[in-house]
């Protein structure tokens, strides 16, 4: 059995490579992620679906603020119960614009600004 001794080293170092791979991937997926930063919007209770739409498209507009797509309201009606502003390239200045756009509705109750790092406790 001359061959086995060959082709085990060979195996290993497929493995070996493989693995590798794999945890450089979840790596820079992971470091990717470390770079998240959202402010979640609060609303007053009786705040319509036409005010948070109203709401929402006043203050997506602002330099590095984007909001994830409008869900089907028909099907997810409570879907707007809190707004979601996707901040991760905002500077500072960027995200005191998005606080200072938010305040001026009185039906914005509050705003949580969270990152990556945050344990949610």
């Given at each position: 059995m001359p061959v086995l001794p060959r082709v085990v080293p060979t195996v290993m170092a497929l493995?070996?490579?493989v693995v590798a791979i794999g945890v450089l991937?979840?790596?820079s997926r992971f470091d990717a992620a470390l770079g998240q930063q959202q402010a979640i919007v609060s609303f007053h209770g009786?705040?319509?679906t036409a005010e948070r739409l109203t709401?929402?498209?006043a203050c997506v507009g602002l330099p590095a603020v984007s909001a994830p797509k409008l869900p089907d309201l028909k099907k997810?009606?409570?879907a707007l119960q809190q707004l979601t502003f996707n901040l991760s390239k905002a500077t500072n200045a960027q995200v005191a614009g998005l606080e200072k756009c938010l305040q001026q509705f009185p039906a914005v109750a509050?705003?949580?600004l969270q990152d990556s790092s945050d344990t949610g406790g």
């Amino acid at each position: 059995m001359p061959v086995l001794p060959r082709v085990v080293p060979t195996v290993m170092a497929l493995l070996v490579t493989v693995v590798a791979i794999g945890v450089l991937a979840g790596c820079s997926r992971f470091d990717a992620a470390l770079g998240q930063q959202q402010a979640i919007v609060s609303f007053h209770g009786g705040t319509s679906t036409a005010e948070r739409l109203t709401i929402r498209a006043a203050c997506v507009g602002l330099p590095a603020v984007s909001a994830p797509k409008l869900p089907d309201l028909k099907k997810y009606p409570y879907a707007l119960q809190q707004l979601t502003f996707n901040l991760s390239k905002a500077t500072n200045a960027q995200v005191a614009g998005l606080e200072k756009c938010l305040q001026q509705f009185p039906a914005v109750a509050g705003v949580t600004l969270q990152d990556s790092s945050d344990t949610g406790g």
